[in-house]
T-cell receptor
Framework: EDQVTQSPEALRLQEGESSSLNCSYT??????LFWYRQDPGKGPEFLFT???AGEEKEKERLKATLTKKESFLHITAPKPEDSATYLC????????????FGRGTQLTVWP | NAGVMQNPRHLVRRRGQEARLRCSPM?????VYWYRQLPEEGLKFMVY????????ESGMPKERFSAEFPKEGPSILRIQQVVRGDSAAYFC??????????????FGEGSWLTVV
């Protein structure tokens, strides 16, 4: 069964059109929730780690938030260079490193 | 992605051959993880290693796959007698510590294996 579900699968935005990506999880004992960005043919690039409900982190046009059941990645005034697949992953164990990934949201921002 | 080095980036093997993928962790990192990304699927954990030790290999297929992280040199993921279903992107990641203390893990650029 899926532990991490991301939606939508694909999202097309016009440059400057803000939106949010969703990551819902069903694991208990969450140790951390991770967001990565992945460009075609590349490895995942670390963006954020969130540890507890209510936590928020920001980086440039991206803001990640966490509740007890889901996380949102808000993209404010996106640019074409923000186009990528955004991956969400959870760590439910006692050891950092074993992450359970969602299938990602493929974001396309057109000029 | 800076610092985790994987090679080769692309590898083509015929069915039945062996594939060896190498990973050098970021400087100062002693923990290595291997993940596999099959076409149209998400990243899946395979194995977690420290120097000379396999800590968690619960994600590894039972046959043909093995991993090591020797005292000297890179970590190696070895796939024997490859089949077409092994075609995938294999990612290595590393972290500086084992305990969950605010550290994160960083991924390499991946090795793309194609079995023909």
């Amino acid at each position: 069964e899926d532990q991490v579900t991301q939606s939508p699968e694909a999202l097309r935005l016009q440059e400057g059109e803000s939106s949010s990506l969703n990551c819902s999880y069903t694991v208990s004992g969450l140790r951390g929730l991770f967001w990565y960005r992945q460009d075609p043919g590349k490895g995942p690039e670390f963006l954020f780690t969130l540890y507890s409900a209510g936590e928020e982190k920001e980086k440039e046009r991206l803001k990640a938030t966490l509740t007890k059941k889901e996380s949102f990645l808000h993209i404010t005034a996106p640019k074409p260079e923000d186009s990528a697949t955004y991956l969400c992953a959870v760590d439910r164990g006692s050891t950092l490193g074993r992450l359970y990934f969602g299938r990602g949201t493929q974001l396309t921002v057109w000029p | 992605n800076a610092g985790v080095m994987q090679n080769p980036r692309h590898l083509v093997r015929r069915r039945g051959q062996e594939a060896r993928l190498r990973c050098s962790p970021m400087k100062g990192h002693s923990h290595v993880y291997w993940y596999r990304q099959l076409p149209e699927e998400g990243l899946k954990f395979m194995v977690y290693l420290q120097k000379e030790n396999i800590i968690d290999e619960s994600g590894m297929p039972k046959e043909r796959f093995s991993a090591e992280f020797p005292k000297e040199g890179p970590s190696i993921l070895r796939i024997q007698q490859v089949v077409r279903g092994d075609s995938a992107a294999y990612f290595c990641a590393s972290s500086p510590a084992r305990d969950f203390s605010g550290n994160t893990i960083y991924f390499g650029e991946g090795s793309w294996l194609t079995v023909v």
